[in-house]
Every structure is written in structure tokens, then in C-alpha cells.
């Protein structure tokens, strides 16, 4: 479902991604884990094209990007790749002057052109889903949150995504509300949504996930089964990492 060639992205003379090999399977749980300033943000910024990579390539769902595309033919390809692609950030980025429902509805009324009362009809599920049919008329300065994230995962969904990119999600939470973002993760991966998801969150890496991926310093440094990354590391930076995480 995802593939990256070679990934690599500089900022001017600093270079963030080194040549990234990663594959993730449809269905699968891939989690990043790593320190900050390793690039994880930055490969999925450049998965979802909000970052052009400086060579390699990418492939999502057999639509493949290359560094070096002229700019019409690369907006193509990433309008392809977003209409079958949901991303969730670390802040929530909902419109302020709508209501929680018509936030989700958004881009199915400008995007897809759908019917309103269409578009309605799926808003008010996926609220449902989430556990916000009772804030569908509320604003978003009205929700914790807990709830805005929600929000915004259900309005990712409502374009009806193959896969699900998640940027630390619940890094802007109050730990009480953790909680609640996971859950409504944990039920995505139930049903099978394909999800790279950039995480500090290691009891859902342990217990979700199929792949966890360590990387630092722009490269990955290990992948394997969450028990065998947790439980019997190869690499001395791996270990480190989770001395330090361990030791909190």
C-alpha cells in the first residue's frame, strides 16, 4: 500500500531524510518510533505531498511519485494520492467558524460535489463512530481536545481513505484524553484501515501494531514485531532509545 525508493529530503545544505527504504502491506500497523528531529514527521509531510522530496520516490496504493517530476505532472499525482489518503496532525486544524459536522462535511461538498444531504447522511456516521454524534452542531471551541482530534479523524474518513497517516496524534493532549484518541484507533485497525502512524505512544505500539520502525537521524535504524523491537533490540541506538523512554 506504501513503498518509499530511496526517500531522501534536504532543507537547504540539511538533510532530514537519508534515503528511506519502507514498505507498508495493506491492513498493516506500521508505527515510527524515534527521537525528536529524526525525519518521522517528515516522511509522512512527504507521503501526503506537503513536502517535495529532493530524490527517490514514493508509491501509494500504485501511484508512484519521483523526485524531479515537473510541477504539473507531481500536483497530479498528489491530488490522486489525497483523495485516497487521510491525514491527522498533531494540531487539530479544524475551521474554526464550523460546526464540528460541517467540518467533516467539508470536502465532501467541495472536493467530491456531493449532494448535501448526502454528505450529511455520512457526516453524522462517522460522528457516530467516533463517539461525537451528540456534538455535531457544537464549534470547536466548544470540544476538549480529546474531541477535536476526533473530529479530525472522522473528517479524514469521510473521504473514504485507503490508508491513514497519523503525526502524533495525541502529542497535543492532556494525558486524560489520550485515552480516547486511541481507542477510536485501535477500532480503525480492527477494521483493517491500512495506518503509518508516527507515535511516543508505546503501549499502542506494543499492543497494535504489526511493525514498529526506529528511526534517528534521518535513516531507520530497525524495524521488526513490536515483541521483538521491545523485547530483544539488535541495535545499540535502539536500545538507548528505549532506556530512555523506559527510565520516565
Given at each position: 500500500?506504501?513503498?518509499?525508493?530511496?526517500?531522501?529530503?534536504?532543507?537547504?545544505?540539511?538533510?532530514?531524510?537519508?534515503?528511506?527504504?519502507?514498505?507498508?502491506?495493506?491492513?498493516?500497523?506500521?508505527?515510527?518510533?524515534?527521537?525528536?528531529?529524526?525525519?518521522?514527521?517528515?516522511?509522512l509531510r512527504s507521503l501526503n505531498g506537503?513536502?517535495?522530496?529532493?530524490?527517490?520516490?514514493?508509491?501509494?496504493?500504485?501511484?508512484?511519485?519521483?523526485?524531479?517530476?515537473?510541477?504539473?505532472?507531481?500536483?497530479?499525482?498528489?491530488?490522486?494520492?489525497?483523495?485516497?489518503?487521510?491525514?491527522?496532525?498533531?494540531?487539530?486544524?479544524?475551521?474554526?467558524?464550523?460546526?464540528?459536522?460541517?467540518n467533516v462535511i467539508e470536502g465532501l461538498?467541495?472536493?467530491?460535489?456531493?449532494?448535501?444531504?448526502?454528505?450529511?447522511?455520512?457526516?453524522?456516521?462517522?460522528?457516530?463512530?467516533?463517539?461525537?454524534?451528540?456534538?455535531?452542531?457544537?464549534?470547536?471551541?466548544?470540544?476538549?481536545?480529546?474531541?477535536?482530534?476526533?473530529?479530525?479523524?472522522?473528517?479524514?474518513?469521510?473521504?473514504?481513505?485507503?490508508?491513514?497517516?497519523?503525526?502524533?496524534?495525541?502529542?497535543?493532549l492532556d494525558p486524560e484524553l489520550v485515552?480516547?484518541?486511541?481507542?477510536?484507533?485501535?477500532?480503525?485497525?480492527?477494521?483493517?484501515?491500512?495506518?503509518?502512524?508516527?507515535?511516543?505512544?508505546?503501549?499502542?505500539?506494543?499492543?497494535?501494531?504489526?511493525?514498529?520502525?526506529?528511526?534517528?537521524?534521518?535513516?531507520?535504524?530497525?524495524?521488526?514485531?513490536?515483541?521483538?523491537?521491545?523485547?530483544?533490540?539488535?541495535?545499540?541506538?535502539?536500545?538507548?532509545?528505549?532506556?530512555?523512554?523506559?527510565?520516565?
Amino acid at each position: 500500500m506504501i513503498t518509499t525508493y530511496g526517500l531522501t529530503k534536504s532543507f537547504g545544505q540539511h538533510e532530514v531524510l537519508k534515503g528511506i527504504d519502507l514498505h507498508v502491506d495493506n491492513s498493516e500497523i506500521v508505527v515510527l518510533l524515534g527521537p525528536s528531529g529524526s525525519g518521522k514527521s517528515t516522511l509522512l509531510r512527504s507521503l501526503n505531498g506537503l513536502e517535495e522530496i529532493t530524490a527517490g520516490g514514493f508509491e501509494v496504493n500504485g501511484i508512484r511519485v519521483d523526485a524531479g517530476l515537473p510541477t504539473r505532472a507531481r500536483a497530479k499525482l498528489i491530488r490522486d494520492i489525497r483523495r485516497q489518503t487521510g491525514m491527522v496532525f498533531q494540531q487539530f486544524n479544524l475551521y474554526p467558524h464550523m460546526t464540528v459536522l460541517g467540518n467533516v462535511i467539508e470536502g465532501l461538498l467541495t472536493v467530491k460535489k456531493m449532494r448535501k444531504d448526502e454528505a450529511v447522511a455520512i457526516g453524522e456516521q462517522l460522528l457516530e463512530r467516533v463517539g461525537l454524534k451528540d456534538k455535531s452542531d457544537a464549534y470547536p471551541s466548544r470540544l476538549s481536545g480529546g474531541q477535536q482530534q476526533r473530529a479530525g479523524i472522522a473528517r479524514a474518513l469521510a473521504m473514504g481513505p485507503k490508508v491513514m497517516l497519523f503525526d502524533e496524534p495525541t502529542s497535543a493532549l492532556d494525558p486524560e484524553l489520550v485515552g480516547e484518541v486511541l481507542l477510536v484507533m485501535q477500532e480503525l485497525a480492527r477494521e483493517g484501515m491500512t495506518m503509518l502512524v508516527v507515535t511516543h505512544e508505546m503501549k499502542f505500539a506494543r499492543n497494535v501494531a504489526n511493525r514498529a520502525v526506529f528511526m534517528a537521524d534521518g535513516v531507520i535504524v530497525e524495524e521488526g514485531s513490536p515483541d521483538r523491537f521491545f523485547d530483544d533490540p539488535q541495535q545499540e541506538r535502539t536500545k538507548r532509545f528505549l532506556r530512555q523512554i523506559n527510565s520516565f
